[in-house]
């Protein structure tokens, strides 16, 4: 049963515009977390937000920030798209930082021409 | 850095056999967690373990609990539904609370 929603699912876009996904969980959880899946379907955790507290991956882009008005959402920016920012863009939640089991959503694919 | 070495990268199987798959860990990990992402891209939680085995019906999965350096995950009489990508991830035990995934094993259950 899904209890972390994505949209859009897909999102076709041009190189320099601006998108923003949004990711909402309904299981109560006090961390939620954005991952980039790549055509070669590795998998890079690229920011955690935890109790107000942000945790970034210092290999990501500034062009990119995540945005929360609460911890049942984490919704993430690309502000300006590239190229290679075409991807799946997984969220996901876990009960807190550490030692837990994580629940994705379904991801959001994005396409930059 | 920390590294998680998933084999194999793709496996076929034909209905009704068994196999593993295995995740070696490049350091100590704290725990480890098994998800399959199916068509549609949705990465389903298997397992959770931060030691010893666990099992869900013709799935079992174990962290080797010594030196928490690697684990492994049994699939039993395998079945069509079976298809999709396994991925492996660990939380490191140097304090990092983050996981490394593998890079997945592409799993095709034939008829």
């Known amino acids: 049963e899904t209890a972390v929603f994505q949209t859009p699912n897909y999102h076709v876009t041009q190189v320099g515009n601006e998108v923003s996904f949004n990711c909402k969980q309904t299981?109560?959880?006090?961390?939620m977390y954005w991952y980039k899946q790549d055509s070669k379907k590795l998998l890079k955790i690229m920011f955690s937000?935890?109790?107000?507290?942000?945790?970034v991956n210092e290999t990501v882009p500034r062009r990119f920030s995540p945005q929360s008005s609460d911890k049942a959402h984490l919704n993430l920016r690309i502000k300006s798209v590239e190229p290679e920012d075409s991807a799946v863009y997984l969220c996901?939640?876990?009960?807190?930082?550490?030692?837990?089991?994580?629940?994705f959503g379904a991801g959001t694919r994005l396409s930059v021409l | 850095g920390d590294q998680v070495e998933q084999s194999p990268s793709a496996l076929s199987l034909h209905e009704g056999t068994d196999s593993a798959l295995r995740c070696n860990f490049t350091?100590?990990?704290?725990?480890v967690q098994w998800f399959r992402q199916n068509s549609r891209g949705s990465l389903i939680s298997l397992f959770y373990?931060?030691?010893?085995t666990k099992e869900n019906g013709r799935l079992k999965s174990a962290f080797d609990s010594k030196e928490r350096r690697y684990s492994t995950l049994h699939i039993r009489d395998a079945q069509l539904e079976d298809s999709g990508t396994y991925f492996c991830?660990?939380?490191?035990?140097?304090?990092?609370?983050?996981?490394?995934f593998g890079s997945g094993t592409q799993l095709t259950v034939m008829p």
């Open positions: 373990l931060a030691s010893g």
């Open positions: 937000y935890n109790n107000k507290q942000l945790i």
């Open positions: 991830a660990a939380e490191a035990s140097s304090g990092s609370w983050q996981l490394i």
């Open positions: 299981l109560g959880h006090d961390t």
């Open positions: 350091t100590t990990m704290r725990s």
């Open positions: 996901a939640s876990s009960l807190g930082l550490g030692l837990n089991t994580l629940y």
